[in-house]
């Protein structure tokens, strides 16, 4: 035996000398021909223990003693690359595990690019491409003992994850593609499935493997980031190879539960993303949540209320996941609670991002969607209790997203809790966010798993009946056609807009003002009312000296006016009458405006109508040119113009001007011109109509926020009309822009807006930064930098901690925005100095 | 530097108006959407308006066809009795005929080209004016004994000088029918004693290719539309497509269909088949009551209608798709006329009004 052991010694030793020693090609290629019968299994004229010894004692040596010798003098020793391929092959196989190591181990000690690198990156794309890995793989999980050799395994472990990192450290832009993460992972994941089959085949056959190594490599790749590249190969293939098979679904399930503990986070939401739905994940994963901890708490908790990054078909998989199996239905009821209890939470609702708010809304409506009626019998109560506190805080946020989520998940909720009888119904616009959400509504938790082959999950899109429906109805004309014996059409003729071919009204409308103020305050006619409204404002427009005799009375009553019939644009008149009186005389209807916003006894509607009402009542003041421009495409009056036309019937007269246009255009097009100067609408010019009153508009508005009434509590609960109102006053600091009253203006607003700066309502911090940016804009720069620099030093450090720290996007955003401006107002300030 | 800040000048003005705008639109709790109508055209304007009529306009006839010299006219009755003669070319008046006592006008025609007209008055009398080489007396007239509204019908002959007058007769619910000039009655139509139709609101004299003797169809107060064979003095078949007064009805030949207008909301079609007798094909509702006059256009492609509500509606003839509302009176419309086929895009649509005003368009003239 010693004998055979010291051959094998000799055999190396003698081939180590002649490979330091000789110069002649021949006499080495014979040394590492006789060292290579140790590897070749084929002719085996060596004994399996001579071999096995080898392979353990001398070959990582004697591979490094190649790595040395590299050189291209030295390959060339012998012609048409005779050594080079002798020398390869001792890599690509020996065995595996000891072939990676001292490949890599000989890539990261060597410095700066060289031959030898490029030669060995080459030899390990071929290892790779080879399929090496998989020998390596398969070698690691045969191996029965994996305690003893966890150093090896280890490094073996994070060179195999770490190679593209390694190889480009290396390499830098010379690293072949195939080292590239987006390639190298897919290609390890390809590996990995090899070594699956290997095993499945190998239990299959009564003899046990260990999976534990492939585990720790997904673990690792995971934990590395590299869900998507490697997951995306593994996935689905093991969906398909799981699909029928109970060895491989046990072999999957043993793959996740292998991962160490600090893996699984990274596996199971790699997992869960990558899976086509819920069945599927159900397939890969087992019952890992109900075993393991880790897992358990990654996916009730970490991804449902810790993080909102996922998207909706995650979610439906996630919770799809766990409603699919009777085990983890119990954990699906205590997701729902949980949920439940942030969704009702009103600190949450208060501080917690819209997008997170969205997340969970999201996730309570699919987990509503999976339950049984005999579990929400048992929840009843709970239910109930949830959403009370919930909808109450939602409906209470300012921002309209949160009060549309909060309102369809407590219709959900009730319709949930009473399948019959009557439940909770709210009325909120129609728009992407409450499709979305009622379309995870009406999702059928057997829809929610598509087919084993699908896409992720889409929901069926309720467009199409509608596509369908005209052209079922045109079938229906053609129908109605086919019987009409004419069947000609009349289709030659496009008709004209006939949306004004209204019902004709009886009632006179009223002439004078005074009428008119008599007409919507006692009359019982309801037609003269509506006609009244509707007329009032371009009355108003065309007698702006009776309209001043009465100005503040028409305003009161505008003020009141509430709607006494189902009128069609009844709100949008009435704003248009106000905003037309505030116009004609805004000294006196703007100082009765204001002062009636903080008056007793007013609704918040009203307030907020008085508000918007003097925004717009700015804007047209502030400019002239506005005035046609911001007319809302209404309902114009019917007007009449008569066509210059010959003076003759007949209109086969080419019009005159018609062969001049064309003319025009021809020559346009022809002519080629040198410098051509973008055109330019010619502004209106005039002088700003709002400067001398603005200060009855902004300075009543800010006075007496602090104060509050017995109804109305601007600091308190009525956050909403404090927000209309910062927003307004920043709006007209806006429309003041160029008048004296600006710097006074801008003061007494950075003050104001200084006062409010930590409210907790997301809508009124948003309003104090617009207040800011249209103080940044409004108020000349010399005069901010000269007389408000204090005030303009803490905003500023103010604005920083927003754009950072702030929990809304949109406020992170506009406090940007406005830092962005006070730079730009910094570097003009410096280019005026200078 | 300055062309940097002054790009984001605007870029900031631009978010500032943003921020407006969502400020006024998008506020919470606040759903003021401005939704934008989809544009079709925009409803035509008349070509031109007659004013000077100096009272309600009751009637209208186009008489374009005519020798190459003479201009183009428009002959229109009004409540005043007078008649004005329109030269579209100047679109001034050329003649005014006063030959009713100031008793209102409510039918003119013309025969035999431009020169001849004919004019019925509340004055219980027809009269006929020969306007050759200006000339602007009543050469005859002829008195009636109805007090109705009922307009004349004529239907010319073919020899040369003599044609068919209808008129309401004497009793209430008769219907006369003339041979002109010579003013010998031909037949007085009668309905059957227990009909129960009422008067005749309006008459429509034709004759179709096929048979030989004259049709005619009448409008009756109950609403419903009889259809007579003049030379057999018997009724072919009788409608009751209204259930208010038949305002007015006018008849295609050509596609042997016609339509009937009455003071409700709907406008009727009818048609008439082989065997004589009419059967409603469809009716076509609309938005406001009250048709005082419909008119479908010579080359049968186009149907107008004279509203109460002001307007002007028309309707693609063939299946009643409605085209266009034409909104400029400020009164309600009287009357309605086609002008004679000329060449295509030539076609005049005239509108009188209680608002003493005659509005003319040119629509639907491109083929």
């Avoid at chain 1, 909770?424 to 509504?441: P, W």
């Avoid at chain 1, 330019?680 to 109509?689: D, V």
């Avoid at chain 1, 030093?793 to 925005?817: F, G, H, I, Y």
């Avoid at chain 2, 062309?3 to 400020?23: I, M, N, P, Y």
Wanted: aromatic share 6%; proline share 5%; charged share 25%.
């Amino acid at each position: 035996m010693d004998s055979e052991l010291s051959e094998v010694r000799h055999t190396v030793q003698e081939a180590l000398h002649t490979l330091s020693s000789s110069k002649d090609g021949v006499q080495i290629s014979e040394a590492l021909r006789s060292v290579r019968i140790y590897l070749s299994e084929m002719k085996n004229p060596v004994l399996p223990r001579e071999r096995e010894e080898f392979s353990k004692i001398y070959f990582s040596t004697f591979l490094r003693c190649l790595v040395s010798k590299l050189s291209p003098d030295w390959l060339d020793l012998l012609p048409a690359g005779q050594l080079e391929e002798l020398w390869d092959s001792f890599f690509l196989e020996g065995p595996a595990d000891q072939a990676f190591l001292v490949l890599m181990e000989s890539i990261t000690v060597t410095v700066g690019l060289s031959y030898r690198l490029m030669k060995m990156a080459q030899v390990l794309s071929r290892f790779l491409k080879m399929g090496r890995l998989a020998e390596l793989m398969w070698e690691m999980c045969q191996q029965q003992v994996p305690r003893g050799s966890s150093l090896l395994q280890e490094t073996l472990l994070s060179k195999v994850v770490c190679l593209p990192d390694h190889l480009s450290n290396q390499m830098k832009e010379q690293s072949p593609s195939l080292f590239f993460p987006q390639n190298y992972f897919p290609l390890l994941g390809e590996e990995m499935i090899q070594v699956l089959q290997r095993i499945s085949d190998s239990l299959r056959g009564g003899s046990d493997c260990s999976i534990c190594f492939l585990s720790q490599i997904l673990a690792k790749v995971c934990i590395h980031g590299r869900q998507k590249e490697i997951l995306g190969v593994l996935v689905p293939h093991l969906t398909e190879l799981t699909q029928a098979d109970c060895i491989w679904q046990r072999l999957s399930w043993r793959l996740v539960e292998s991962v160490p503990d600090r893996g699984i986070e990274a596996v199971v939401s790699g997992l869960i993303q990558e899976a086509p739905g819920a069945r599927v994940l159900s397939r890969l994963l087992g019952n890992l949540v109900m075993k393991n901890k880790k897992a358990q708490f990654v996916v009730t908790q970490k991804c449902l209320l810790l993080q909102y990054r996922y998207s909706t078909e995650v979610l439906q998989n996630l919770l799809g996941y766990l409603a699919l199996d009777s085990y983890r239905r119990t954990l699906l009821l205590q997701v729902l609670k949980d949920l439940l209890e942030t969704w009702g939470s009103s600190s949450a609702v208060k501080h917690s991002p819209v997008e997170q708010q969205l997340y969970v809304s999201k996730a309570i409506l699919i987990c509503l969607s999976h339950l049984k009626e005999s579990e929400i019998d048992h929840i009843r109560e709970e239910l109930l209790t949830a959403m009370m506190g919930g909808v109450q805080c939602h409906i209470e946020s300012s921002l309209p997203q949160v009060r549309h989520v909060g309102m369809i998940v407590a219709e959900t909720i009730s319709s949930r809790i009473h399948s019959e009888g009557p439940h909770l119904k709210f009325q909120y616009e129609e728009n992407k966010l409450t499709r979305e959400l009622l379309s995870l509504v009406n999702l059928k938790p057997d829809d929610a798993s598509p087919p084993a082959s699908g896409s992720p999950v889409v929901p069926a899109p309720a467009v199409q009946p509608a596509c369908l429906s005209p052209e079922g109805k045109a079938h229906q004309e053609e129908k109605d056609k086919g019987s009409d014996s004419d069947l000609d059409s009349d289709d030659e003729f496009v008709p004209y807009d006939m949306s004004r071919d209204k019902e004709l009204k009886n009632t006179k409308a009223p002439v004078y003002i005074r009428d008119c103020l008599e007409a919507l305050t006692s009359s019982e006619d309801v037609e003269r009312w509506e006609v009244t409204l509707q007329v009032l404002e371009s009355l108003i427009k065309r007698n702006p000296a009776a309209t001043k005799e009465v100005s503040t009375e028409l305003a009161k009553v505008l003020l009141h006016l509430e709607e006494k019939t189902c009128m069609e644009g009844f709100e949008m008149l009435r704003q248009r009458a106000l905003v037309a009186v505030t116009v004609t005389d805004p000294v006196q209807v703007a100082q009765y405006l204001t002062s009636q916003f903080y008056a007793m006894n007013y609704s918040l509607r009203q307030r907020m109508d008085i508000l918007d009402v003097l925004v717009l009542a700015a804007q047209e003041l502030s400019s002239p040119r506005s005035l046609e421009k911001a007319k809302i495409p209404g309902r114009p009056e019917p007007s009449v113009q008569l066509l210059p036309a010959p003076l003759t019937p007949s209109l086969n007269i080419v019009p005159s001007d018609g062969w001049r246009r064309v003319v025009e255009e021809r020559i346009k097009n022809k002519t080629r011109r040198f410098a051509k100067g973008s055109s330019r609408s010619s502004t209106a010019n005039g002088p700003n109509k709002f400067n001398s009153v603005v200060g009855y508009f902004f300075f009543p508005l800010i006075e007496r926020f602090d104060r509050p009434l017995v109804t109305f509590d601007l600091l308190g609960e009525d956050s909403l009309v404090l927000g209309r109102l910062v927003h307004t006053v920043g709006i007209l600091m806006y429309f003041a822009i160029n008048t004296t009253a600006a710097v006074p203006m801008g003061k007494a607003l950075l003050e104001f807006v200084w006062t409010l700066r930590f409210h907790t309502d997301a809508y009124v911090r948003q309003g104090l930064l617009y207040s800011i940016s249209s103080i940044l804009w409004s108020v000349p720069a010399e005069r901010l930098l000269g007389d408000l620099t204090d005030e303009l030093l803490e905003t500023r450090s103010w604005l920083a901690a927003v754009a950072e720290n702030d929990p809304d996007e949109d406020c992170r955003k506009l406090a940007m925005q406005a830092l962005l401006l006070m730079e730009k107002l910094k570097d003009k300030f410096q280019i005026g100095s200078s | 530097m300055c062309r940097r800040l002054s790009l984001d000048v605007e870029k900031f003005q631009e978010c500032t108006r943003l921020a407006v705008c969502q400020s006024l639109l998008f506020l919470p709790g606040r759903c003021s959407w401005i939704s934008l109508p989809v544009m079709a055209l925009a409803p035509p304007s008349p070509q031109f308006v007659l004013r000077g009529s100096q009272s309600a306009v009751n009637t209208l006839h186009f008489s374009c066809r005519s020798k190459a010299h003479s201009p183009p006219l428009l002959f229109s009755g009004s409540l005043g009795g007078l008649i004005h003669v329109w030269n579209l070319e100047t679109r001034r008046v050329d003649t005014t005929l006063d030959g009713h006592a100031g008793q209102s006008v409510y039918w003119v025609k013309t025969l035999e080209g431009q020169h001849l007209l004919l004019s019925q008055g509340r004055d219980l009398k027809l009269c006929l004016w020969d306007l050759a080489e200006g000339r602007n007396a009543p050469v005859d007239s002829l008195s009636l004994d109805s007090v109705g509204f009922c307009k004349g019908s004529v239907l010319t002959e073919g020899t040369q000088g003599c044609w068919l007058l209808a008129v309401p007769g004497k009793d209430m619910d008769e219907v006369q029918v003339l041979d002109m000039p010579s003013k010998t009655s031909v037949c007085t139509l009668k309905p059957e004693a227990g009909a129960k139709v009422g008067m005749p609101m309006c008459l429509e004299l034709w004759k179709p290719a096929s048979s030989s003797g004259p049709l005619l169809l009448a409008g009756y107060e109950d609403g419903s539309v009889i259809l007579w064979d003049v030379s057999e003095r018997s009724v072919l078949s009788r409608l009751a497509c209204h259930e208010e007064p038949v305002m007015s009805l006018d008849f295609d030949s050509g596609r042997a269909r016609g339509v009937s207008g009455s003071s409700e909301k709907v406008l009727c079609v009818w048609s008439l088949d082989e065997q004589q007798n009419l059967k409603v094909c469809r009716t076509q509702e609309l938005t406001n009551p009250g048709i005082a006059d419909v008119a479908i256009r010579p080359d049968g492609k186009i149907l107008a209608t004279a509203g109460w509500d002001h307007r002007i509606r028309l309707f693609g003839w063939k299946q009643l798709k409605p085209l266009a509302v034409l909104d400029y009176h400020s009164a309600a419309v009287h009357c309605v006329a086609f002008s004679d086929p000329g060449r295509p895009g030539e076609q005049l649509l005239a509108g009188g009004s209680k608002d003493q005003r005659i509005s003319v368009w040119s629509v639907y003239n491109q083929t």
